[in-house]
């Protein structure tokens, strides 16, 4: 069982800059793919990014590659995502998500392979 807290959501101007935080309790923290999602008002949940169990790999959606940033500090048990020159399209509720791994370079980012949700943190740009 893994429980997730994100954290560092707000409301910022369009090309300003802001990072999300996820803390994960349990121990297994480490075997786990980590991703964010995105669900602006009115529309389906996104995949925005994801991280493989060492940290060593990622992958980013196409509107956000070159912005953002995914990075994870398994000592920790978080991961953090740097969201720089956020527009308004940027504007969502994001969550953060846990995926069983299968190896040290799994990426996921299918959101039904998605086992645990935090609750998700509002992020607003606005222009």
């Known amino acids: 069982q893994v429980q997730l807290v994100e954290s560092g959501g707000g409301v910022v101007q369009a090309g300003d800059s802001l990072r999300l935080s996820c803390a994960a309790s349990?121990?297994?923290?480490?075997?786990?793919?980590m991703g964010w999602f995105r669900q602006a008002r009115g529309k389906e949940r996104e995949f925005v990014a994801t991280i493989s169990t060492s940290g060593d790999i990622t992958y980013y959606a196409d509107s956000v590659k070159g912005r953002f940033t995914l990075s994870r500090d398994n000592a920790k048990n978080t991961v953090f995502l740097k969201m720089n020159s956020l527009t308004p399209e940027d504007t969502a509720v994001y969550f953060c998500a846990a995926a069983r791994a299968y190896g040290d370079s799994w990426l996921e980012t299918r959101e039904y392979k998605y086992d645990y949700w935090g609750q998700g943190t509002q992020v607003t740009a606005s222009s």
């Open positions: 349990g121990r297994t923290f480490g075997n786990y793919t």
